[in-house]
């Protein structure tokens, strides 16, 4: 089984604040997805990072793919309260597999 | 595109009944759909992976007796908790992947919240 840690567990900041996100593992993966839940709904996936090294933008999130293709960070700017949630990456490995990282339960305080 | 449905949202049983929860993938094919089960303020626990036309594959630790999993066509999976107890009491999501599309991304459904009592 690959694991991913997720670093922090929670956090909760001042909306205005920046934050960065880990996602940890001694495993390679093929690609890896960042993804948002919202309390009693189904996670939404926010992006794919493919190359090692790589990194996409999304409005305020910026989410990096480790060199080694192990390792993976999510950092917001200017924290908004709608950018509460619990925050999952996902390693893919064989065909069909994510493996889902322990999560991080964001809190922005107006 | 690319939206899941489940159904039930909610449901609520008497202990030893049996409950059914479908995942429907609405506007695409789904290759291959997944079940999982998140308890309160944790990550998704990957329960089984289905392909339509296929026995289901359990993660270990799973009761295939009690979590029957059928996947009649692409677009239509169904989990029934049999004899359901308090125990069973979760949130379940389901998942899928779209035919054609790589990288493993999953879109998952809305989730149910089953309650046993």
């Known amino acids: 089984t690959q694991l991913l840690e997720q670093s922090p567990q929670f956090l909760s900041i001042q909306e205005g604040e920046n934050l960065?996100?880990?996602?940890?593992?001694?495993?390679?993966?093929?690609?890896?997805?960042?993804?948002?839940?919202e309390p009693g709904e189904g996670p939404v996936l926010l992006v794919t990072v493919v190359t090692g090294g790589e990194v996409k933008k999304l409005k305020r999130l910026t989410f990096q793919f480790g060199d080694a293709r192990k390792d993976s960070s999510l950092h917001i700017t200017a924290a908004q309260p709608g950018d509460t949630g619990l925050y999952l990456?996902?390693?893919?490995?064989?065909?069909?597999?994510?493996?889902?990282?322990t999560g991080t339960r964001l809190t922005v305080i107006p | 595109g690319a939206v899941v449905s489940q159904h039930p949202s909610?449901?609520?049983?008497?202990?030893?009944?049996?409950?059914?929860?479908?995942?429907?993938?609405?506007?695409?094919?789904?290759?291959?759909m997944f079940w999982y089960r998140q308890f309160p303020k944790q990550s998704l626990m990957l329960m089984a992976t289905s392909n339509e036309g296929s026995k289901a594959t359990y993660e270990q630790g799973v009761e295939k007796d009690k979590f029957l999993i059928n996947h009649a066509s692409l677009t239509l999976s169904t989990l029934t908790v049999t004899s359901a107890h308090p125990e069973d009491s979760s949130f379940y999501i389901c998942s899928a992947t779209q035919r054609g599309i790589s990288y493993n991304e999953q879109f998952f459904?809305?989730?149910?919240?089953l309650t046993v009592l």
């Open chain 2, 10 to 32: 909610r449901v609520i049983c008497k202990s030893g009944t049996s409950v059914k929860i479908e995942c429907r993938s609405l506007d695409f094919q789904a290759t291959t």
């Open chain 1, 20 to 37: 960065t996100v880990y996602c940890n593992s001694s495993s390679v993966f093929s690609s890896l997805q960042w993804y948002r839940q």
């Open chain 1, 89 to 101: 990456c996902a390693g893919a490995a064989g065909a069909n597999n994510l493996f889902f990282g």
């Open chain 2, 109 to 113: 459904g809305p989730g149910t919240r």
